[in-house]
C-alpha cells in the first residue's frame, strides 16, 4: 500500500486530501510513521523526527496513528489477495507476498492477475497500491518498491541482473543503515560490486549474512512464502522531553508503551514470543534486555508484567536519569490459536 497510514487518514477525512499529511509521534521527540507524498517534497519521512518534520512543513497535518482503523482496511486487502490465491503471507499491515505460480501457466498470465488484484484494491478501498511481479520475494519487493506511488513492474528473469546492478546496495533486502555504511567503506557501492565482490571478504565482514547478501545481489531468493528470513518485530518507543528520574514514573511510561504494543499485536492477529526493553541514558548509551515466553501471547497484562520484571530486575536505574523507553515484542507469529486471558 502507498503511504499507508497517511493515506488511510486523506480516506477517511476528505479536508486532508492534497495536504501534507504526517502520522506518527506528536511528543516533542516523537518519529514519523509514515508521511503523505504531499510531505515527502518537504523532505519527510519515516523514522526522522517529528521536530525535524515540522520545522521542515509547519503547515503539515500531524496526527496520531489508528491502527484499529488500519487493520480494518488491511483486512479488506488481504480477503482480495486470497481470493487471487491461496498462498498470501502478509508481513505488516501494508505489505503482503502473493504466490501465483500455482494459478497461473506463465508471467504474462500472472501479470494479468496482479493487475486484477491492484485495481480490485483501489475501487474496494479507495486507496492505491504498488504491486511488483517477479520470480522471488526479494525481487517482487523490489519492484514494488521502484514503481511508486500507484506502480506495476514486472522483472521477468531474463531482466533480472540488468535492473539490479545499477541499484545502490541499500536497496538489498535486509541491508539497513548500519550494513548498508559498512559495505560502502569497503568499496561495495552498487549491487553489481556486492555481486562480484569475492566471497572471502564477504564472509570474513558478515559471515553468513554475506553469502545471503550476494546471493540477493544475484536476484536469488529461495525462501518459500511463510517463512521470513528475520523474525517480524512491533515496538514501540518514546524519546521524552526531559530525563526521567523518578522510579513511578519510569514503570508508569513501560506499561503505557506495553499495552500499545500489546493492542498492536491483537489488532493484526499477531502472537509473540519474546519481549524486551529498550533504555537509552542521557549520556546516548543504549541497553536492550528481553525475555523469551514458552507459548505465544498478546495480553497486554503478561506482556505489561514481563517488561516490568526486566525494568527492576536487569535495567539499573541509579543513572542521572533516562532520555528513550523502548517497548517490543519479537518472534512474532499469525495469531491460529491463542490462550484466553481469564480476566482481561
Known sequence: MDAFFAAVEQLDHPAFRGKPVIVGGLGPRGVVSTASYEARVFGIHSAIPMAVARRRCPSGVYLRPRFT???????????????????????????????????????GEAEAIARDVKGRVQSET?????????????????????DKPDGFLVIEPKGIQELLDPLPVGRIWGVGDVTERRLVGLGLLRIRDVRLAPLELLDREFGTTGRRLQALARGE?????????????????????????????????????ARVVAERLRAESLLCRTVRIKIRYPDFRTITRQLRLGVGADASGLIERLVVHLLHDRVSLDEAGIRLIGVGVGDVSEATARQLPLFE
Open 69 to 107: 482503523r488500519y487493520k480494518e482496511i488491511s483486512d479488506q486487502v488481504r480477503s482480495i489477495l486470497r481470493e487471487a490465491s491461496p498462498m498470501v503471507e502478509a508481513i505488516s499491515l501494508d505489505e503482503a507476498f502473493f504466490d501465483l505460480s500455482g494459478c497461473c501457466g506463465g508471467f
Open 126 to 146: 479507495g486507496l492505491t497500491c504498488s504491486v511488483g511481479v517477479a520470480p522471488n520475494r526479494f525481487l517482487a519487493k523490489l519492484g514494488s518498491e521502484l
Open 221 to 257: 531468493d529461495d525462501t518459500p512464502l511463510g517463512e521470513v528470513a528475520e523474525s517480524r518485530s512491533i515496538s514501540r518507543e518514546v524519546t521524552y522531553p526531559y530525563d526521567l528520574t523518578e522510579p513511578q514514573e519510569i514503570e508508569s511510561e513501560v506499561r503505557a508503551l
